[in-house]
């Protein structure tokens, strides 16, 4: 008994910690940017007036929004066409490249480096004047690329920053999905004749379907959720040319002091990511989607179970102790 105890208190101890910071950093926050949301609060004022879904009707109709969900859209495109070359690095790296290892280091090294500072990098690149890009090019005398301040190429070199930076995690998820299949299936299907391509088509990407979820789905959500690369190398600019969905929030709530707005931008951005993720595994794993879907189907049998149990045994307590009265 006393070492129940001891268990119990223990146990305690380890979740208090953990739920406490949950309900103050996620929770709390999270009810609080609801909340908010139906208001017109701007930030400073301790008062403010509930304004019903007026922030929500906002956020479909500006053409500004719109625009930088456009922008985003750009980001995801560009990174879901060069999945297909992340796979064929992932196998190269897997199958030809002796002593891998140092390569895998030099591939995942962008991804652990601070954003900020590989904005700043790039923003050193680009430069119109004195940019490494722009001295290549005026060595085979063509003429200043304008890469960071002329609007029909903004977009596509802050894009090119964010595929530099994110590819080496892809291919490095990829790599491992490729080491986890089997290898007598791949021999079997080299003895019979079949060439890399259809190894690729028939066998390795049917059995790399979870890592395709997984770098579709951080593919998302980064596009969804782009910030720092065109905060700090073009402030969104020039004009809102490469603003993003998440940048435009930002500005909305510091800015132009629009909490409101703001937070029902960012509870439509969260719920956009849900729905997405939803969709994603209905169309690539639905057999597993299915699987959790009856689990929690299970979950509330067994809970409508128990009431129906508690509430036979109510009856029947409330039976006996009838019959005990009559035969008193």
């Known amino acids: 008994m006393k070492d129940k105890t001891q268990k119990s208190i223990l146990l305690a101890c380890f979740l208090a910690i953990p739920t406490i910071l949950l309900f103050v950093f996620v929770l709390y926050p999270g009810f609080k940017l609801a909340l908010i949301s139906f208001t017109?609060?701007?930030g400073i004022n301790p008062s403010y007036n509930y304004v019903g879904l007026k922030n929500y009707?906002?956020?479909?109709?500006?053409?500004?929004?719109?625009q930088s969900l456009k922008n985003n859209n750009l980001y995801f495109m560009l990174h879901l066409l060069f999945i297909?070359?992340?796979?064929?690095?992932?196998?190269?790296?897997?199958?030809?490249?002796?002593k891998s290892e140092f390569f895998k280091t030099i591939v995942f090294m962008p991804y652990i480096i601070n954003g900020v500072a590989i904005a700043y990098m790039f923003s050193f690149l680009y430069s119109s004047e004195d940019g490494v890009l722009n001295g290549l090019l005026a060595l085979g005398s063509i003429g200043k690329i304008r890469w960071l301040s002329d609007p029909k190429i903004v977009n596509y070199s802050l894009v090119v920053v964010s595929l530099w930076r994110f590819t080496g995690v892809h291919i490095i998820l990829f790599l491992a999905g490729l080491q986890s299949i089997n290898k007598d299936m791949l021999e079997a299907a080299l003895i019979d004749g079949a060439s890399v391509l259809q190894q690729f088509v028939k066998i390795i990407i049917p059995n790399m379907k979870s890592i395709l979820s997984i770098v579709l789905f951080l593919n998302v959500r980064?596009?969804?959720?782009?910030?720092?690369i065109p905060f700090v190398m073009t402030s969104g600019g020039p004009g809102t040319s490469s603003t993003t969905f998440a940048l435009h929030t930002v500005k909305t709530a510091f800015e132009f002091s629009n909490f409101g707005l703001a937070c029902a931008m960012a509870i439509v951005l969260i719920v956009a990511i849900i729905v997405i993720s939803i969709v994603q595994s209905l169309v690539l794993e639905p057999e597993k989607f299915r699987g959790k879907l009856n689990k929690v189907k299970g979950f509330f049998k067994k809970e409508e179970l128990k009431v129906e149990m508690a509430m036979e045994k109510e009856g029947e307590k409330f039976e006996k102790e009838k019959n005990e009265r009559v035969t008193v």
């Open 40 to 42: 017109d609060w701007d």
């Open 57 to 66: 009707t906002q956020v479909f109709q500006r053409k500004d929004i719109w």
């Open 84 to 98: 297909p070359i992340e796979m064929y690095l992932a196998m190269l790296l897997d199958r030809y490249i002796k």
């Open 222 to 228: 980064g596009a969804l959720m782009v910030f720092d």
